[in-house]
Protein backbone atom coordinates (compact mmCIF):
# COMPACT_ATOMS: atom_id res chain seq x y z
CA UNK A 1 0.00 0.00 0.00
CA UNK A 2 1.27 3.42 -0.80
CA UNK A 3 1.95 5.69 1.67
CA UNK A 4 1.47 9.54 0.92
CA UNK A 5 2.75 12.47 3.10
CA UNK A 6 1.34 15.65 2.82
CA UNK A 7 4.00 17.66 3.85
CA UNK A 8 2.64 21.30 2.82
CA UNK A 9 1.57 21.30 6.63
CA UNK A 10 5.07 20.24 8.19
CA UNK A 11 7.15 22.60 10.28
CA UNK A 12 9.79 24.29 8.85
CA UNK A 13 12.96 23.36 9.93
CA UNK A 14 14.40 26.18 11.95
CA UNK A 15 17.10 28.57 10.54
CA UNK A 16 20.97 28.12 11.53
CA UNK A 17 21.66 29.49 14.81
CA UNK A 18 23.77 32.67 14.27
CA UNK A 19 27.43 31.86 15.35
CA UNK A 20 28.07 33.37 18.73
CA UNK A 21 29.49 36.31 19.33
CA UNK A 22 32.67 36.52 21.78
CA UNK A 23 33.20 39.91 22.23
CA UNK A 24 30.98 40.90 25.30
CA UNK A 25 31.29 37.58 27.17
CA UNK A 26 32.73 37.70 30.51
CA UNK A 27 35.09 35.55 31.13
CA UNK A 28 34.15 32.34 32.62
CA UNK A 29 31.17 32.53 30.03
CA UNK A 30 34.00 32.95 27.08
CA UNK A 31 35.84 30.32 28.82
CA UNK A 32 32.43 27.74 28.94
CA UNK A 33 32.17 28.63 24.58
CA UNK A 34 35.41 27.64 24.10
CA UNK A 35 34.89 24.01 26.09
CA UNK A 36 31.51 23.78 24.57
CA UNK A 37 32.37 24.36 21.14
CA UNK A 38 35.91 21.97 21.24
CA UNK A 39 38.11 24.65 20.29
CA UNK A 40 40.06 23.23 23.79
CA UNK A 41 40.18 21.09 26.38
CA UNK A 42 38.81 22.27 29.88
CA UNK A 43 42.17 22.42 31.48
CA UNK A 44 43.37 24.79 28.78
CA UNK A 45 40.15 27.19 28.63
CA UNK A 46 41.62 29.65 31.01
CA UNK A 47 44.80 29.99 29.11
CA UNK A 48 42.99 29.94 26.24
CA UNK A 49 40.34 32.46 27.36
CA UNK A 50 42.43 34.83 28.56
CA UNK A 51 44.56 35.01 24.99
CA UNK A 52 41.33 35.83 23.10
CA UNK A 53 40.58 38.29 26.21
CA UNK A 54 43.17 40.52 25.55
CA UNK A 55 43.29 40.27 21.95
CA UNK A 56 39.46 41.25 21.94
CA UNK A 57 39.19 44.08 24.76
CA UNK A 58 42.84 45.18 25.04
CA UNK A 59 43.54 45.06 21.53
CA UNK A 60 40.28 45.73 19.82
CA UNK A 61 40.68 42.77 17.57
CA UNK A 62 37.52 41.38 15.35
CA UNK A 63 39.43 38.94 13.66
CA UNK A 64 40.83 35.94 14.77
CA UNK A 65 43.38 36.11 12.48
CA UNK A 66 45.01 38.84 13.82
CA UNK A 67 45.22 36.44 17.35
CA UNK A 68 49.03 35.30 16.30
CA UNK A 69 49.80 33.94 19.63
CA UNK A 70 47.65 31.51 18.76
CA UNK A 71 48.23 28.34 16.59
CA UNK A 72 46.43 29.07 13.28
CA UNK A 73 44.65 25.54 13.57
CA UNK A 74 43.34 26.78 16.80
CA UNK A 75 42.13 29.89 15.01
CA UNK A 76 40.19 28.68 11.96
CA UNK A 77 38.30 26.41 14.56
CA UNK A 78 37.52 29.56 16.94
CA UNK A 79 37.04 31.81 13.34
CA UNK A 80 34.48 28.29 12.25
CA UNK A 81 32.40 28.37 15.62
CA UNK A 82 32.25 32.32 16.77
CA UNK A 83 32.31 35.36 15.16
CA UNK A 84 33.76 39.16 17.33
CA UNK A 85 31.29 41.85 16.22
CA UNK A 86 29.42 45.09 17.68
CA UNK A 87 25.92 46.20 17.72
CA UNK A 88 25.39 47.47 14.50
CA UNK A 89 25.58 50.92 14.25
CA UNK A 90 21.86 52.08 12.58
CA UNK A 91 22.71 56.11 13.00
CA UNK A 92 26.30 58.18 13.70
CA UNK A 93 26.20 61.73 14.87
CA UNK A 94 28.88 64.13 15.80
CA UNK A 95 27.71 67.58 17.74
CA UNK A 96 28.91 71.59 17.17
CA UNK A 97 30.32 70.71 20.65
CA UNK A 98 32.16 67.02 20.04
CA UNK A 99 29.90 64.93 21.48
CA UNK A 100 29.17 61.71 19.57
CA UNK A 101 26.10 60.17 19.67
CA UNK A 102 25.10 56.21 18.42
CA UNK A 103 21.98 54.71 17.37
CA UNK A 104 22.82 50.97 17.61
CA UNK A 105 20.78 48.01 16.49
CA UNK A 106 21.03 45.06 19.02
CA UNK A 107 18.51 42.88 17.32
CA UNK A 108 15.06 43.80 14.86
CA UNK A 109 13.09 46.54 17.00
CA UNK A 110 15.83 46.85 19.49
CA UNK A 111 17.74 49.94 19.55
CA UNK A 112 19.12 52.16 22.14
CA UNK A 113 21.49 55.15 22.12
CA UNK A 114 25.00 56.57 23.66
CA UNK A 115 26.41 59.19 23.95
CA UNK A 116 30.51 60.15 24.07
CA UNK A 117 30.60 63.53 25.77
CA UNK A 118 34.24 65.07 25.52
CA UNK A 119 35.81 66.68 28.79
CA UNK A 120 33.86 65.12 31.59
CA UNK A 121 36.08 63.41 34.44
CA UNK A 122 39.96 63.42 33.04
CA UNK A 123 38.85 63.07 29.96
CA UNK A 124 35.70 62.15 28.42
CA UNK A 125 32.13 59.88 29.54
CA UNK A 126 30.47 57.95 27.60
CA UNK A 127 27.13 57.62 28.75
CA UNK A 128 25.69 54.08 27.92
CA UNK A 129 21.97 52.61 27.94
CA UNK A 130 21.01 49.82 30.30
CA UNK A 131 17.33 49.08 28.77
CA UNK A 132 15.62 49.79 25.29
CA UNK A 133 12.57 52.23 27.02
CA UNK A 134 11.56 52.31 30.58
CA UNK A 135 9.30 51.13 32.46
CA UNK A 136 9.46 54.60 34.80
CA UNK A 137 7.69 57.36 33.78
CA UNK A 138 9.34 60.41 35.10
CA UNK A 139 7.78 63.33 33.63
CA UNK A 140 10.57 65.14 32.29
CA UNK A 141 12.53 62.83 30.60
CA UNK A 142 12.09 61.60 27.04
CA UNK A 143 12.90 57.99 27.49
CA UNK A 144 10.36 57.86 29.90
CA UNK A 145 7.73 58.27 27.34
CA UNK A 146 8.89 55.09 25.42
CA UNK A 147 7.22 51.60 26.61
CA UNK A 148 10.30 49.12 27.85
CA UNK A 149 11.42 46.61 25.00
CA UNK A 150 13.51 44.68 26.97
CA UNK A 151 16.86 45.10 29.42
CA UNK A 152 19.74 44.93 27.49
CA UNK A 153 22.27 41.79 28.09
CA UNK A 154 25.49 42.69 29.42
CA UNK A 155 27.40 41.89 26.42
CA UNK A 156 25.05 44.39 24.93
CA UNK A 157 25.61 46.81 27.18
CA UNK A 158 29.70 46.40 27.00
CA UNK A 159 29.10 46.53 23.19
CA UNK A 160 28.25 50.07 23.51
CA UNK A 161 31.85 50.42 25.31
CA UNK A 162 33.24 48.40 21.86
CA UNK A 163 31.83 50.72 19.51
CA UNK A 164 32.61 54.29 21.15
CA UNK A 165 36.19 52.62 21.55
CA UNK A 166 36.42 51.86 17.50
CA UNK A 167 35.16 55.32 16.58
CA UNK A 168 37.58 57.12 18.77
CA UNK A 169 40.14 54.78 17.92
CA UNK A 170 41.09 53.80 21.75
CA UNK A 171 42.93 50.66 21.15
CA UNK A 172 44.99 49.67 23.03
CA UNK A 173 43.45 50.24 25.61
CA UNK A 174 46.16 51.72 27.96
CA UNK A 175 47.29 53.96 25.38
CA UNK A 176 48.26 57.57 27.52
CA UNK A 177 46.18 59.51 25.79
CA UNK A 178 42.89 57.86 25.98
CA UNK A 179 39.37 59.88 25.82
CA UNK A 180 37.52 57.61 27.32
CA UNK A 181 37.96 57.82 30.68
CA UNK A 182 34.64 57.30 32.81
CA UNK A 183 31.58 55.03 32.27
CA UNK A 184 27.84 57.02 33.40
CA UNK A 185 25.01 54.85 33.18
CA UNK A 186 22.91 57.36 32.47
CA UNK A 187 21.37 56.88 29.18
CA UNK A 188 18.41 55.12 28.62
CA UNK A 189 16.48 53.32 31.08
CA UNK A 190 17.09 52.03 34.77
CA UNK A 191 20.03 50.59 35.59
CA UNK A 192 18.77 49.00 39.11
CA UNK A 193 16.11 47.18 36.89
CA UNK A 194 18.43 45.31 34.94
CA UNK A 195 21.35 44.81 37.84
CA UNK A 196 22.45 41.52 37.12
CA UNK A 197 23.66 42.15 33.23
CA UNK A 198 24.83 45.83 34.37
CA UNK A 199 27.13 43.98 36.86
CA UNK A 200 27.82 41.52 34.56
CA UNK A 201 29.04 44.41 32.16
CA UNK A 202 31.01 46.20 34.72
CA UNK A 203 32.70 42.64 35.60
CA UNK A 204 33.35 43.10 31.32
CA UNK A 205 35.01 46.77 31.15
CA UNK A 206 36.42 46.90 34.55
CA UNK A 207 38.79 44.09 34.03
CA UNK A 208 42.29 45.32 34.20
CA UNK A 209 43.22 42.81 31.00
CA UNK A 210 40.73 44.59 28.58
CA UNK A 211 39.41 47.51 28.92
CA UNK A 212 40.53 48.09 32.36
CA UNK A 213 37.76 51.45 33.68
CA UNK A 214 38.35 51.83 37.05
CA UNK A 215 35.57 51.23 39.06
CA UNK A 216 35.77 54.42 40.43
CA UNK A 217 35.23 55.99 37.07
CA UNK A 218 31.52 53.99 36.37
CA UNK A 219 28.90 55.76 38.04
CA UNK A 220 25.60 53.92 37.67
CA UNK A 221 22.63 57.02 38.35
CA UNK A 222 19.06 55.28 39.57
CA UNK A 223 15.87 57.34 39.92
CA UNK A 224 15.77 55.47 43.74
CA UNK A 225 14.97 51.80 43.72
CA UNK A 226 16.22 51.73 46.81
CA UNK A 227 16.32 47.86 47.91
CA UNK A 228 18.70 47.22 44.91
CA UNK A 229 21.25 49.92 46.32
CA UNK A 230 22.97 48.00 48.64
CA UNK A 231 23.60 44.98 46.18
CA UNK A 232 24.66 47.55 43.35
CA UNK A 233 27.42 49.00 45.76
CA UNK A 234 28.62 45.31 47.12
CA UNK A 235 28.58 43.98 43.72
CA UNK A 236 29.91 46.42 41.40
CA UNK A 237 31.60 49.13 43.52
CA UNK A 238 30.03 51.53 41.27
CA UNK A 239 30.09 55.49 41.98
CA UNK A 240 26.26 56.19 42.92
CA UNK A 241 23.87 58.80 41.63
CA UNK A 242 20.53 59.30 42.13
CA UNK A 243 18.41 61.23 40.25
CA UNK A 244 16.29 63.28 42.97
CA UNK A 245 15.08 66.43 41.12
CA UNK A 246 12.84 67.26 44.27
CA UNK A 247 12.91 67.67 48.43
CA UNK A 248 9.35 67.04 49.36
CA UNK A 249 7.33 63.49 48.33
CA UNK A 250 4.52 65.94 46.94
CA UNK A 251 6.51 67.18 44.18
CA UNK A 252 8.63 64.09 43.79
CA UNK A 253 5.88 61.97 43.42
CA UNK A 254 4.64 63.89 40.50
CA UNK A 255 8.08 64.14 38.92
CA UNK A 256 9.37 60.68 39.62
CA UNK A 257 6.47 58.18 39.81
CA UNK A 258 8.57 55.79 41.59
CA UNK A 259 8.66 57.69 44.59
CA UNK A 260 5.66 56.59 45.88
CA UNK A 261 7.17 53.79 46.59
CA UNK A 262 10.35 54.56 47.69
CA UNK A 263 9.57 57.78 49.45
CA UNK A 264 12.52 60.33 50.53
CA UNK A 265 13.30 59.80 53.84
CA UNK A 266 13.49 55.90 52.92
CA UNK A 267 15.76 56.97 49.55
CA UNK A 268 17.90 58.85 52.01
CA UNK A 269 18.07 56.35 54.56
CA UNK A 270 19.33 53.41 51.63
CA UNK A 271 21.34 55.74 50.53
CA UNK A 272 23.51 56.35 53.66
CA UNK A 273 24.01 52.32 53.92
CA UNK A 274 25.37 52.56 50.30
CA UNK A 275 28.75 50.20 50.74
CA UNK A 276 31.76 52.36 50.89
CA UNK A 277 30.70 55.83 50.74
CA UNK A 278 33.13 58.39 52.06
CA UNK A 279 34.68 61.70 51.38
CA UNK A 280 36.71 60.22 48.76
CA UNK A 281 33.59 58.48 47.02
CA UNK A 282 30.58 60.84 47.62
CA UNK A 283 27.02 59.75 46.33
CA UNK A 284 26.12 62.56 43.53
CA UNK A 285 22.83 63.88 43.37
CA UNK A 286 21.25 64.87 40.37
CA UNK A 287 18.75 67.90 39.87
CA UNK A 288 17.12 68.78 37.01
CA UNK A 289 16.39 72.65 36.59
CA UNK A 290 12.86 73.12 36.15
CA UNK A 291 11.38 76.69 35.63
CA UNK A 292 9.28 77.70 38.71
CA UNK A 293 8.64 73.96 39.71
CA UNK A 294 11.53 72.95 41.52
CA UNK A 295 13.95 76.29 41.79
CA UNK A 296 13.04 78.54 44.04
CA UNK A 297 15.71 79.60 46.88
CA UNK A 298 13.46 77.88 49.38
CA UNK A 299 13.79 74.86 47.65
CA UNK A 300 17.93 75.21 47.69
CA UNK A 301 17.89 75.86 51.29
CA UNK A 302 15.56 72.33 51.21
CA UNK A 303 17.96 70.49 49.36
CA UNK A 304 20.91 71.52 51.76
CA UNK A 305 18.94 69.88 54.92
CA UNK A 306 18.01 66.98 53.23
CA UNK A 307 21.42 65.92 51.88
CA UNK A 308 23.22 67.17 55.47
CA UNK A 309 26.14 64.73 56.90
CA UNK A 310 26.43 62.40 53.81
CA UNK A 311 29.27 62.66 51.78
CA UNK A 312 27.46 63.97 48.61
CA UNK A 313 27.29 66.42 45.18
CA UNK A 314 25.12 68.44 43.75
CA UNK A 315 24.35 68.35 39.93
CA UNK A 316 22.57 70.98 38.46
CA UNK A 317 21.30 69.75 35.35
CA UNK A 318 19.71 72.49 33.01
CA UNK A 319 16.59 70.92 31.50
CA UNK A 320 16.50 69.70 28.45
CA UNK A 321 13.36 70.24 26.11
CA UNK A 322 12.32 67.54 23.72
CA UNK A 323 9.66 67.67 21.00
CA UNK A 324 6.38 67.97 23.37
CA UNK A 325 7.73 67.94 26.64
CA UNK A 326 5.48 69.40 29.32
CA UNK A 327 8.29 71.86 30.99
CA UNK A 328 10.97 74.79 30.82
CA UNK A 329 14.29 75.43 31.39
CA UNK A 330 14.79 77.36 34.35
CA UNK A 331 16.51 80.93 33.41
CA UNK A 332 20.40 81.26 34.12
CA UNK A 333 20.38 83.95 36.95
CA UNK A 334 18.13 81.30 39.14
CA UNK A 335 20.08 78.00 38.75
CA UNK A 336 23.12 80.36 39.61
CA UNK A 337 21.40 81.89 42.66
CA UNK A 338 20.34 78.20 43.33
CA UNK A 339 23.69 76.96 43.25
CA UNK A 340 25.30 80.11 45.28
CA UNK A 341 23.25 78.56 48.19
CA UNK A 342 24.10 75.22 47.54
CA UNK A 343 28.13 76.36 47.58
CA UNK A 344 27.62 78.49 50.90
CA UNK A 345 26.58 75.39 52.26
CA UNK A 346 29.66 73.82 51.14
CA UNK A 347 28.64 71.52 48.51
CA UNK A 348 30.28 71.71 45.24
CA UNK A 349 27.11 72.16 42.76
CA UNK A 350 28.85 71.93 39.00
CA UNK A 351 26.05 73.08 36.86
CA UNK A 352 26.07 70.41 33.84
CA UNK A 353 26.35 72.59 30.99
CA UNK A 354 24.38 70.85 28.31
CA UNK A 355 26.05 68.77 25.87
CA UNK A 356 25.07 67.72 22.05
CA UNK A 357 21.53 69.49 22.60
CA UNK A 358 21.78 69.62 18.55
CA UNK A 359 21.85 66.29 18.19
CA UNK A 360 19.42 65.58 20.98
CA UNK A 361 22.39 64.14 22.93
CA UNK A 362 21.44 66.03 25.82
CA UNK A 363 20.82 64.14 29.27
CA UNK A 364 16.73 62.61 29.11
CA UNK A 365 16.16 63.03 25.10
CA UNK A 366 17.28 59.97 23.84
CA UNK A 367 14.68 57.62 22.63
CA UNK A 368 14.52 55.46 20.01
CA UNK A 369 11.93 54.71 17.52
CA UNK A 370 11.52 50.88 18.56
CA UNK A 371 8.52 50.31 20.83
CA UNK A 372 7.01 46.88 22.60
CA UNK A 373 5.67 45.28 19.82
CA UNK A 374 2.06 44.97 19.85
CA UNK A 375 0.15 42.48 21.50
CA UNK A 376 -1.32 41.65 17.92
CA UNK A 377 1.49 41.68 16.18
CA UNK A 378 3.25 39.38 18.67
CA UNK A 379 0.14 36.69 18.50
CA UNK A 380 0.03 36.56 15.07
CA UNK A 381 3.82 35.87 14.49
CA UNK A 382 3.47 33.23 17.56
CA UNK A 383 0.50 31.83 15.64
CA UNK A 384 2.50 31.47 12.29
CA UNK A 385 5.48 29.82 13.86
CA UNK A 386 3.17 27.44 15.43
CA UNK A 387 1.51 25.99 11.95
N1 LIG B 1 17.09 55.92 34.90
C1 LIG B 1 18.24 56.45 35.51
C2 LIG B 1 19.37 56.75 34.54
C3 LIG B 1 18.99 57.36 33.22
S1 LIG B 1 18.38 59.00 33.27
C4 LIG B 1 17.89 57.68 36.31
O1 LIG B 1 16.76 58.14 36.23
O2 LIG B 1 18.75 58.13 37.04
C5 LIG B 1 19.89 59.93 33.47
C6 LIG B 1 19.73 61.32 34.05
O3 LIG B 1 19.11 62.21 33.12
C7 LIG B 1 18.85 61.33 35.29
O4 LIG B 1 19.40 62.12 36.30
C8 LIG B 1 17.60 61.95 34.76
O5 LIG B 1 16.84 62.48 35.78
C9 LIG B 1 18.15 62.98 33.80
N2 LIG B 1 17.17 63.51 32.85
C10 LIG B 1 16.13 62.86 32.32
N3 LIG B 1 15.44 63.67 31.48
C11 LIG B 1 16.07 64.86 31.49
C12 LIG B 1 15.86 66.08 30.79
N4 LIG B 1 14.89 66.23 29.91
N5 LIG B 1 16.71 67.12 31.02
C13 LIG B 1 17.73 66.96 31.88
N6 LIG B 1 18.01 65.82 32.55
C14 LIG B 1 17.18 64.77 32.36
FE1 LIG C 1 13.50 56.09 33.27
FE2 LIG C 1 15.55 57.52 34.32
FE3 LIG C 1 13.99 58.54 32.39
FE4 LIG C 1 12.98 58.19 34.84
S1 LIG C 1 14.68 59.60 34.25
S2 LIG C 1 11.95 57.66 32.91
S3 LIG C 1 14.00 56.31 35.45
S4 LIG C 1 15.33 56.81 32.19
Given at each position: ??L??D ?5 P?P ?7 LA ?5 K?A?A????E???P????M ?6 R ?12 M ?5 Q ?17 E?QV?R ?5 W ?7 V??ESV??P??G ?8 S ?7 C ?7 Q ?14 V ?7 E?W??D??D?S??N?VF ?9 L???A ?9 E?I ?5 R?T??T???V ?12 MLA ?5 TN??LRDE??P??R?Y???E??A??R ?7 A??V?F ?21 V?GL ?6 IP?N??P???Y ?9 A ?8 G??S ?8 D ?5 G ?18 A????
Amino acid sequence: MGLSLDLSRARPSPPPAAPLNLAGLSRPKLAAALVEAEVCPPEKARMRANQVWRWMHHFGATDFDRMTDIAKQTRAKLADAFVISRPEVVERQVSRDGTRKWLLRFAPGVEAESVYIPDVGRVGALCVSSQVGCTLNCTFCHTGTQALVRNLTAGEIAGQVLVAKDDLEEWPSDREDRSLSNVVFMGMGEPLYNLDNVAEAMDIIADGEGIGLSRRRITVSTSGVVPELKPLGERTQAMLAISLHATNDELRDELVPLNRKYPIKELIAGIRAYPGLSNARRVTFEYVMLKGINDSPAEARALVRLVQGLPAKINLIPFNPWPGSPYECSDGATIEAFAAILNRAGYASPIRTPRGRDILAACGQLKSESEKERASVRWAREADASL
